[in-house]
């Protein structure tokens, strides 16, 4: 695949109000008209270049949304205030009552949370299944299926989906294909795979700095339309509507996504390696180990590498907790959730983002409680890393 996602942010060319080489930021909530007739033609949507208000759209937003959605190679994309903020309004975009989704079943837990317990309060039901399994996928869909929703890489277990496969399914059911690319920007390119919509919270890795939330939504124009109608269209109307100061402070770390996800990628690799010639049990795409290897590096946008994500099994709740405890004191990054941040992040999913899925669930899926979620910080030198952290699991008897 000859896609170059960089490439189409670094051609993005932008000029200030007064020639700036940042564009200017939209510091306004509403717009004037100079005649009447264009402000109703606006809200018909026949007045393309007027916006009407911020919670629709604005300038700022519009930049950062172009931005993405030439990462995404999608005809156009819309931002929002989280990354649940453009989850829960395009699946309630697509389902109406009486609707079905088919999902992973290995998901952020937020994502989970929603589909498995607040959904169904408006009737829109979902069945959860092994997303790398496409038979057991293709039996759960039901004539009432709208949506086959997956992470290109799942939260917290690093599944990798098979999207060309899911989206040939999704395409002879007439489905929409919706993946979540957080854990995976650059690297994978969801929409050239044939998925109809890509989402990310861009809280993670596209922002990078840990100072905000935020989302985006990556599709057609038609699909992006629909979910900013006036009359009912599910982010205009829920109204999770991200701020132009931040659209502008987002765009601006969008610029070095390329760098930083190579050496997150080449960190991680790094250390998934070494602890996994120690003996431990490291789950990581770029590891031959990984039951999916081969898929991530069919589908992968090579330079970008296998990502920053890393999950080692510590063996029980007690060693994770000391280990993460002990990797704090040292420096070596943060007991915090989230991901994408220079500092290496490490949490206990099944007592943090996936504490939503049910103990038993999790155990089916393979969620041990002593799994530590490592997003991989960008140490200059990851050797000496490696080294203290090596201490670290001796010292609580991981290693
Ligand atoms: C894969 C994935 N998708 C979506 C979300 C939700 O994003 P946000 O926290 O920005 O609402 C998260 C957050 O942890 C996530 O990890």
Known sequence: MDFKPANNIQDLQ????????????????????????????????????????????????LYLGEALAAMEGTETAH????????????????????????????????????????????????????????????????????????????NPLLEVADISGLAELAKKHQLKLVVDNTFSPLAISPAKLGADIVIHSLTKFINGSSDTVGGVTCASREFIDSLKSVNDGASMLLGPTMDSMRAASILKNLRTLHIRIKQHSQNAFFLAQKFENDGLRIVYPGLTSHPSHELYASMMNEEYGF?????????????????????????????????????????????????????????????????????????????????????????????
Do not use: W
């Not at 200030?16 to 606006?42: C, H, Q, R, W």
């Not at 290995?106 to 092994?130: C, E, H, M, W």
């Not at 510590?314 to 040292?330: D, I, T």
């Not at 030198?381 to 203290?388: M, N, P, S, V």
């Open 14 to 61: 932008y000029f200030g109000e007064f020639g700036g080489v940042n564009p200017s930021i939209s510091d306004s909530s509403t717009y004037t008209f100079l005649s009447a007739k264009t402000m109703f033609d606006t809200f018909e949507g026949n007045a393309d270049g007027c916006y009407l208000y911020s919670r629709h759209s604005s300038p700022s937003n």
């Open 79 to 154: 931002v929002a205030a989280s990354g649940m903020g453009a989850i829960t309004p395009v699946l309630l975009q697509l389902c109406k009552a009486g609707k079905h989704i088919v999902s992973s079943r290995t998901i952020y837990g937020g994502t989970y949370a929603f589909l498995k317990n607040f959904a169904p309060r408006l009737n829109i039901q979902t069945s959860f299944v092994d997303i790398t399994n496409l038979d057991a996928v293709a039996a759960a869909i039901t004539p009432e299926t709208k949506v086959l929703y997956c992470e290109a890489v799942s």
């Open 307 to 399: 990502g920053g994500m890393m999950t080692l099994d510590a063996g029980s709740v007690e060693k994770a907790n000391k280990l993460m405890e002990l990797m704090q004191q040292k420096n070596l990054g943060y007991l915090a959730v989230s991901l994408g941040f220079y500092k290496t992040l490490f949490s206990a999913p099944g007592s943090s983002t996936s504490s939503e899925i049910p103990l038993e669930e999790q155990k089916e899926m393979g969620l041990s409680d002593g799994l530590i979620r490592f997003s991989i910080g960008l140490d200059n030198d990851i050797e000496r890393t490696y080294q203290i952290m090596k201490e670290c699991m001796i010292e609580v008897g991981v290693l």
